[in-house]
């Protein structure tokens, strides 16, 4: 049973880059299989899919935050990261790390982490 | 704004029945894409309630049921209950090669 805890600060100046950490618990990474997902919750709206990243490396991202986001996977620490350059307030939000075994298209996730709230202010 | 549309809210008073709606399009839902719903209960991370259109992961009440058909999907829950209050989201995949999810719908337990 896989296990997902979000880390990183929860204030995060505009223009800087916002960088979370999700650590797996339950299942080594090294073994494959999933697709290490982040979504994320703004205030009262919907859910927004960021992307993910597969262990081998290939990544697919959101097309309207895909100039901005870079998803890494490190096996070894099993752990896997969110960066997201050049934030704005639009980028405050709960952040979630999430688990998807298929991949695209049939991507459904079956296990998330707790969330992290991150505000973007001065 | 989001690519899949959901009602903002339904309510039901106990016991009674509901149904959300997913308005897709061609591009996901009507080109076969499955749909999943989950269930967001309140302070709380988003719980997979229903996967591939029609499924329950083990734990899920037989109360909960999906279905699909052309360019739209819907969540049924009967004999609601208090613990059901909570926001729904549908969700699939594009071929814009994008992953997308509903607006959400809040269920209020009258």
């Known amino acids: 049973q896989v296990q997902l805890q979000e880390s990183g600060p929860g204030l995060v100046r505009p223009s800087q880059t916002l960088s979370l950490t999700c650590t797996v618990s339950g299942d080594p990474m090294r073994r494959g299989g999933f697709f290490w997902t982040w979504i994320r919750h703004h205030p009262g709206k919907g859910l927004e899919w960021i992307g993910y990243a597969y262990y081998t490396g290939i990544t697919f991202y959101n097309p309207s935050l895909r100039t901005r986001v870079i998803i890494s996977v490190d096996t070894s620490k099993n752990q896997f990261s969110l960066n997201l350059t050049s934030v704005t307030a639009a980028d405050t939000a709960m952040y979630y790390c999430?688990?998807?075994?298929?991949?695209?298209?049939?991507?459904?996730?079956?296990?998330w982490g707790q969330g992290i709230q991150v505000t973007v202010s001065s | 704004q989001s690519m899949l549309t959901q009602p903002p809210s339904v309510s039901g008073a106990p016991g009674q029945s509901i149904n959300i709606s997913c308005a897709g399009s061609s591009s996901n839902i009507g080109a076969g894409s499955d749909v999943h719903w989950y269930q967001q209960l309140p302070g709380t991370a988003p719980k997979l309630l229903i996967y591939?259109?029609?499924n329950r992961p083990s734990g899920v009440p037989d109360r909960f049921s999906g279905s699909r058909s052309d360019t739209s999907a819907s969540l049924a829950i009967t004999g609601l209950q208090a613990e059901d209050e909570a926001d729904y989201y549908c969700q699939s995949y594009d071929r814009s090669l994008t992953v997308v999810f509903g607006g959400g719908t809040k269920l209020t337990v009258l």
């Open positions: 999430a688990t998807d075994v298929y991949g695209p298209p049939r991507n459904r996730f079956d296990t």
């Open positions: 591939g259109n029609s």
